[in-house]
């Protein structure tokens, strides 16, 4: 992939904070659009209002834009509202209607309702699972017609958009580039157990694969409850720290990469790692992580070393992120995975901060026009989403500063990995694949079994993939 600058620290992720963590939550038959969060200060509103010069200046026949998804992007209860969605409104009386669905019956409601003629106006790409089967099976239309990607407004992400290219056709309109994971672990637990902190190894270019695995090591005591690792993303976290997704997209077609030595690599450290017994054994507590399996749980107690998480997980209110740790106190930070210790280069598991426009949406003009809105605030409210994860929700300037390089480095050198946008058939397999080395409760097994194993049956379904991309019409 072509490197692609960010202009400026987005402001995408913080309406996205709750995104994952509501995962189950929801009935598909509710509609929603209540705001019961904070509004910004007047400051902020009226910093808002300067910027409504900068998109079109047009009339929206129907205001309210239909958003499906497992999360709202309404304010939730103690959460700010987003610039983007203060500007949406201020500019064209926009509203964002909620029709809530569950992370498991999310792609079922959609179809349902694209079927019965009720169709959402968009639906969120930033779990990397839309593309390319929601263009495959006709629940998305093309962007566009609607969005002029050649602007200068979303100069900063054409690039980004031109790798979720369908027969020609954009499919998702890309905000931004932020990273799927980032290490996070308790300042406290490090001090008192006398490691080296991982934010100053990593400014000191010490992050790697082998001071991880030594941390994690030394700071593991089964017998006591100590595990140097938890949580539910970090083989993929790890994996993708190569530098190589495990199913990648080149000249617009799938490719699975199982037998690439970037991943063999960072598999066999896994399996070494898991040989290790460095990870609290989620087979134990009904596959769930330590305690309740709340994400976060354990650093906040001192119990735990390393959570890879997105961040979306600390950008919340105090209340929320106390799992980690005490924010006021200095003791919630993070960095991003360690890289290949042969390796320059620190590869950031990426995703999109984007939007799908579903098929026969009611109102694609509004969806054209908050997505502008998005654009907008991205490149001129950085000041705004600092003041709110400072003021707000605690954030110190150290953790400011490796969020924004962290983003800088997910814009330089992201890992897109397709795996989730394939089909069903895919995702079982793929948890297999992506686990195996690292499953807790003794299963782990050696990479080279894994291929011999499993990587038939995924070139199978990436070709199987492949045909459908090459049939389909253009639109």
């Known amino acids: 992939m072509k490197t692609m600058k960010r202009l400026l620290a987005g402001t995408l992720a913080l309406t996205m904070s709750f995104a994952l963590a509501s995962c189950t939550s929801g009935s598909s038959d509710d509609t929603s659009s209540e705001n019961t969060g904070k509004e910004l200060s007047d400051e902020a509103k009226d910093e808002i209002s300067e910027l409504q010069d900068q998109l079109p200046d047009i009339e929206l026949e129907n205001t309210t834009i239909k958003w499906m998804a497992h999360y709202d992007i309404n304010p939730s209860e103690g959460s700010v509202k987003s610039p983007a969605l203060e500007l949406f409104e201020q500019k064209y009386n926009g509203v964002i209607e909620y029709v809530q669905t569950?992370?498991?019956?999310?792609?079922?409601?959609?179809?349902?309702?694209?079927?019965?003629?009720?169709?959402?106006?968009?639906?969120?790409?930033?779990?990397?699972?839309?593309?390319?089967?929601?263009?495959?099976?006709?629940?998305?239309?093309?962007i566009d017609d609607v969005i002029d990607l050649d602007s200068e407004l979303w100069a900063s992400t054409k690039e980004?958009?031109?790798?979720?290219?369908?027969?020609?056709?954009?499919?998702?309109?890309?905000?931004?580039?932020?990273?799927?994971?980032?290490c996070v672990y308790n300042t406290t637990t490090i001090e008192q157990n006398g490691l080296d902190d991982p934010a100053e190894l990593f400014a000191n270019d010490e992050w790697d694969w082998d001071a991880f695995a030594d941390m994690c090591i030394q700071f593991t005591d089964a017998e006591n409850d100590l595990y140097g690792l938890d949580g539910y993303w970090y083989v993929k976290a790890i994996s993708e720290s190569s530098g190589v997704p495990m199913i990648g997209l080149e000249d617009g077609l799938l490719v699975n990469n199982m037998d690439d030595p970037s991943i063999e690599k960072a598999q066999n450290f896994m399996y070494e790692l898991a040989k290790d017994n460095v990870m609290f054994d989620r087979s134990s507590n009904n596959w769930s992580t330590r305690g309740d399996g709340t994400t976060g749980y354990g650093l906040g107690t001192y119990q735990t070393l390393f959570i890879p998480v997105g961040l979306w997980g600390i950008e919340v209110p105090k209340e929320s992120s106390a799992v980690f740790g005490d924010v006021d106190a200095g003791e919630i930070m993070f960095v991003p995975m360690p890289r290949d210790p042969d390796s320059d280069t620190y590869y950031i598991s990426s995703r999109v901060e984007g939007y799908n426009l579903c098929k026969n949406a009611p109102n694609p003009e509004g969806f054209a026009a908050y997505m502008n809105c998005l654009m907008v605030c991205k490149e001129n409210t950085s000041d705004i989403t600092e003041d709110t994860l400072v003021n707000e929700y605690g954030w110190n300037q150290d953790m400011i500063d490796m969020r924004t390089q962290i983003y800088e480095m997910a814009a330089e050198n992201p890992v897109f990995d397709l795996q989730a946008g394939i089909s069903s058939e895919m995702d079982t397999v793929m948890e297999t694949v992506s686990q195996g080395t690292m499953i807790t409760g003794g299963g782990a097994t050696t990479w080279t079994q894994i291929v011999s194993e499993y990587k038939t049956q995924v070139d199978y379904l990436v070709e199987e993939a492949n045909t459908k991309i090459s049939d389909t019409p253009t639109n």
């Open 102 to 142: 569950t992370w498991d019956t999310r792609y079922d409601d959609l179809a349902s309702a694209v079927m019965s003629n009720d169709s959402p106006d968009f639906f969120p790409a930033s779990d990397m699972d839309t593309f390319p089967k929601g263009a495959i099976k006709g629940m998305f239309d093309p």
């Open 160 to 182: 980004a958009s031109d790798e979720f290219v369908f027969n020609g056709s954009h499919y998702i309109a890309v905000i931004d580039v932020s990273p799927n994971y980032v």
